[in-house]
């Protein structure tokens, strides 16, 4: 087995982040899962006595990150991987959807991941040596009508997540995007904020996504355990790629969508070659 690492896990009562830090857990890694309860916290430390590290973290608490991961290096010793999971998903038609619910979905999946990274920066930059793994979304490749805000904030997560890596790569870190497609997590249960419905208009359109997502909800093809395996070989990986997509469905949505583009530009190709000067 290979040495032993310690990995900061965000959003880990649930989901892809509970599954990796049990994965890790039972690999004899070392685990500093945040969550957001008290009762979560009891939850999280008992997966093993010792290695399993809580910490109570609302990641969009902004000013509390820093100060968590000066504890985390100094109590637990120094990070090697940062895994940004916590995260959720509003859906809403956006002419229906408050900007409020938009800020609220920037401030969890963007804002709070890109705190926890800067939080970890100086010291991974100080050794030389690290690894971030954000969990974005197929939605951070295709979109979908009704989860707009959502789809925006993996779409600005990849961005800056592929920005990211190359601006840390020379000081020996790494950054990986894991992208998933559809997993049987709580996101498209009791971790979804829906916005409700005021616009006939789209409800030919709208209707039948929001009734088919919760349908599949519980039912999904991903098997999170699987992903969890799959980002535990990452961290040990010497050349880690800065873009990874997960389950058979982000991986064929992501190609279609990719072959769209590409006929769009050809198509355009003409008009967008016009506008140079000579
Ligand atoms: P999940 O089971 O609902 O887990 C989400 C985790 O994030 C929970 O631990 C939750 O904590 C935590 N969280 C939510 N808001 C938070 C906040 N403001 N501060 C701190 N923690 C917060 O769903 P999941 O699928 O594992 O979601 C993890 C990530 O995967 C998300 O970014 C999601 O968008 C992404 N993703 C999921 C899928 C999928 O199909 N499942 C696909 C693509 C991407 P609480 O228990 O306190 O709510």
């Given at each position: 087995m290979s040495p032993s690492k310690t990995l900061l896990i965000t959003g880990?009562?649930?989901g892809f982040g509970r599954a990796l830090a049990q994965e890790a857990l039972a690999k004899g890694h070392r685990v500093v899962g945040t969550v957001r309860t008290q009762q979560a916290l009891h939850e999280f430390q008992a997966?093993?006595?010792?290695?399993?590290v809580g910490r109570i973290l609302d990641v969009t608490d902004f000013d509390a990150i820093d100060e968590i991961v000066a504890d985390v290096e100094e109590t637990?010793?120094?990070?090697?991987a940062l895994v940004n999971s916590a995260g959720y998903g509003h859906e809403g038609i956006l002419e229906e959807s408050p900007l409020a619910e938009m800020r609220r979905q920037f401030d969890v999946n963007v804002f709070g991941a890109v705190a926890m990274m800067k939080a970890v920066l100086p010291y991974m930059r100080r050794r030389r040596k690290g690894h971030i793994l954000n969990i974005t979304s197929m939605g951070g490749y295709i979109t979908m009508p009704g989860i707009a805000y959502y789809c925006g904030s993996k779409f600005a997560l990849e961005g800056i997540s592929e920005t990211l890596a190359k601006e840390v790569q020379p000081l020996g870190i790494a950054i990986t995007a894991i992208a998933p497609g559809?997993?049987?997590?709580?996101w498209a249960g009791r971790s979804m904020v829906r916005t409700p419905r005021?616009?006939?208009?789209y409800d030919e359109l709208f209707d039948p996504i929001r009734e088919a997502r919760q349908q599949k909800s519980g039912k999904q093809l991903g098997d999170p355990s699987k992903a969890a395996q799959v980002m535990l070989e990452l961290i040990t990986h010497d050349s880690p790629p800065a873009h990874l997509l997960l389950g058979s469905d982000a991986l064929e949505l992501v190609r279609q969508k990719l072959s769209q583009l590409t006929a769009e530009l050809n198509q355009w190709e003409a008009i967008s070659r016009s506008t140079d000067g000579c």
């Open positions: 880990t009562s649930s997966l093993a006595s010792g290695t399993a637990v010793g120094p990070i090697d559809s997993f049987r997590t709580d005021s616009i006939p208009d």
